[in-house]
């Protein structure tokens, strides 16, 4: 299997992309101008960009709940670089719409050199364990149209991981590309998936720090509720269940979100080679993770 090929499946950057992205639209975004008060989250498919894209917004908009129940995410926070056929991407809309702008994506840091050395523009990075990651991504792979709807197993799914040819590349290289952000510009920040599990409080404090933004505890409270889990899952603004390339008979779209569901999966040999690169790559650049 790790000759599986996506439908329309075309590279740019050693980065497996689909059919719903385009290059004119990937080449306009290093150009685009990202102003004060603008947020870039960004985030390798599957490691908790949704929760958070929810979260970045209520911080901003002072945990307004009401419109983050009324009015789709994907009208709330851009997706830069999508463009299915026939209709304007996320940037062509953006373009026309004032600031300020919180935008979502899943390319690499290279793309948005300028705009990050500009220090306008927020950028939040989220990563989340390889693990984990994996695991979420097969069962996305095998519910979405633009992903083949992918019939192979578990193991059919690694082999694609080691041949580094899922959507978006590899995801040691693709943080390879946004860590050092991280450390080197004050306007980048990490934000780890696991901390969103284990101390969503204090993820929500930084945040509000990093964002020149203020809540009230009873705000705070409020936006902690809603981001539950099980709030999400019923929300139909953020669940996609609107969304008709999703076949929600094979797995729902926020599918679990625990830490440790790879034990179910990995064998001790995928462990090892998946433990190899985390710590060539994610532990030298000192960050580490949780994976239970």
């Not at 004032?98 to 050199?113: A, C, G, R």
């Not at 991981?161 to 040691?172: E, P, Q, R, S, T």
């Not at 720090?209 to 705070?220: A, G, M, P």
């Amino acid at each position: 299997m790790a000759d599986y090929r996506i439908p329309g499946e075309w590279m740019k950057e050693n980065m497996v992309l689909s059919n719903d992205i385009d290059d004119e639209t990937i080449n306009k975004l290093g150009s685009f101008q990202m102003k004060e008060g603008d947020v870039l989250v960004t985030a390798y498919p599957k490691t908790g960009i949704t929760w958070i894209q929810e979260l970045v917004w209520l911080v901003y908009y002072k945990g307004d709940i009401a419109k983050a129940h009324s009015v789709p995410l994907t009208e709330r926070c851009t997706y830069l670089e999508y463009k299915p056929s026939g209709v304007p991407s996320g940037l062509d809309l953006l373009e026309k719409e004032s600031t300020p702008h919180i935008m979502k994506t899943h390319m690499k840091s290279e793309i948005f050199k300028k705009q990050i050395e500009s220090r306008k523009v927020r950028v939040i990075v989220v990563i989340r364990n390889p693990k984990d990651t994996l695991v979420s991504l097969y069962h996305f792979y095998r519910m979405t149209a633009n992903l083949g709807y992918f019939k192979g197993t578990w193991d059919d799914f690694f082999e694609i991981y080691k041949a580094k040819h899922l959507i978006y590349g590899d995801y040691f290289d693709w943080y390879s590309s946004w860590l050092p952000q991280c450390k080197d510009n004050f306007n980048v920040k990490l934000v780890k998936y696991e901390d969103m599990q284990r101390s969503m409080p204090d993820v929500i404090n930084d945040l509000c720090l990093f964002l020149d933004k203020s809540l009230s505890e009873k705000q705070i409270n409020d936006i902690m509720k809603h981001l539950s889990f099980d709030s999400m899952s019923r929300n139909g603004a953020v669940n996609c269940k609107n969304i008709p390339y999703f076949d929600f008979t094979v797995s729902s779209f926020l599918r679990k979100g625990i830490i440790g569901d790879w034990k179910n999966y990995f064998t001790r040999e995928q462990s090892a080679l998946v433990d190899k690169p985390y710590n060539d790559v994610i532990v030298s650049m000192g960050v580490k993770l949780e994976f239970e």
